[in-house]
């Protein structure tokens, strides 16, 4: 058997494999030549330091305005409205008329009732008198005496209706809105409008439930309004002394000067519900989640010899509270360490990070 085709063969694959594979290794050198050619990864952020601050864990929740001078102004007695003497909106003084009802025929019989009385009185001078020289009978005294009491009492009772035909403010205070006008018949218990008091005191009523505080009169709560903004601190003036069967609260009313606040408006009111703690506070932005939890991204030195001087570490961190633009949390971070703020969600762990500007004081 003759060998040498089968050399030859095998000679000429091993050249060409040897061939290819020298080519293909030029061109993998080359690549990568060039790919290392390109920067590393990297991410332009904001940054901002970690400040070390206090932090007061606390719940809200919802509270009622009140204000201490309300009054809701209603016919004690049905009637043709006569007198309204202010428009809806005007302030009105204590004692001011707010309403009159007709009463023209309840102030004839008051008359009529007063001159009978005065008949009797002067009859009953007149007998008693008469009385010293026996000329007069006991019984018709008795009878003058008893009928002068009668008049007496019915008087009253028509003085007493008279006094519900005009209603008075009982304080100084703005006129709510009604649709009453004067000619119209006002029925028993109808409402015609409320009056409001000027003063700047507001009650904020709310119902804290079991468990979650325990709040004395003398307390302090900080108010705010339904759109979170701060309203003013309010001293709490009086405390349930027992729970709400239904919702197992119970009811707590606090004091402030907020005249802004409307009376029946919606608040939020901040609780205390534990002690003052020691934490650290960075922007809102800075803290991520994931699937491990919150966490943020602390810029570092990178090594002496690197494509950008920053890299960005990870840091596991617990959330304990927030106010308007800032989180307070625990963990991993110290104080003075600078956390990446905007573009933090373009992160990740050991990344070449840019810094776009430091904070004043670094």
Not at 23 to 48: C, D, G, H, L, R
Not at 57 to 84: D, F, K, N, Y
Not at 162 to 182: D, W
Request: hydrophobic content about 45%.
């Amino acid at each position: 058997m003759n060998a040498r085709p089968w050399v030859i063969t095998v000679s000429v694959c091993g050249f060409v494999t040897a061939a290819l594979a020298g080519i293909k290794f030029v061109q993998i050198s080359q690549a990568m030549a060039f790919m290392e050619s390109f920067p590393p990864a990297y991410e332009t952020v904001t940054v901002a330091n970690a400040e070390a601050d206090e932090w007061q864990p606390t719940r809200l929740l919802t509270g009622t305005v009140q204000s201490p001078e309300h009054l809701v102004i209603s016919a004690e007695t049905p009637g043709r409205i006569v007198q309204l003497p202010y428009r809806s909106g005007e302030t009105v003084s204590a004692g001011a008329k707010v309403l009159v009802l007709f009463d023209d025929d309840v102030e004839a019989q008051q008359d009529a009732l007063q001159a009978d009385l005065n008949l009797v009185k002067t009859q009953l001078l007149r007998n008693l008198t008469l009385e010293a020289d026996s000329l007069v009978s006991r019984d018709q005294l008795d009878i003058l005496k008893a009928r002068k009491l009668s008049l007496t009492a019915q008087i009253a009772v028509l003085k007493a209706r008279l006094s519900r035909m005009t209603v008075r403010a009982p304080f100084a205070g703005t006129m709510g809105i009604y649709t009453q006008r004067v000619g119209d018949l006002m029925r028993f218990g109808e409402v015609l409008t409320t009056l409001t008091g000027l003063t700047a005191s507001r009650w904020i009523d709310f119902k804290v439930p079991q468990g979650l505080a325990n709040i004395m009169v003398g307390d302090t709560v900080e108010i705010r309004d339904v759109n979170g903004f701060f309203a003013g601190p309010a001293r709490v003036i009086a405390v349930s002394a027992a729970f709400t069967e239904e919702t197992r609260t119970y009811d707590v009313r606090a004091e402030l000067k907020a005249p802004a606040l409307r009376h029946g408006s919606l608040v939020q009111v901040a609780v205390d519900t534990g002690p003052l703690e020691n934490l650290i506070s960075v922007p809102k932005r800075s803290v991520r989640w994931d699937v491990q939890g919150a966490h943020v991204f602390v810029v570092e030195e990178a090594e002496a010899d690197a494509f950008l001087p920053h890299r960005a570490s990870i840091r596991r961190v617990e959330v304990r509270g927030e106010s308007h633009d800032k989180l307070f949390i625990s963990g991993e971070v110290a104080p003075g360490e600078l956390v990446a703020n905007r573009g933090a969600f373009k992160l990740e762990d050991d990344l070449f990070v840019a810094v776009q500007a430091l904070p004043a004081d670094q």
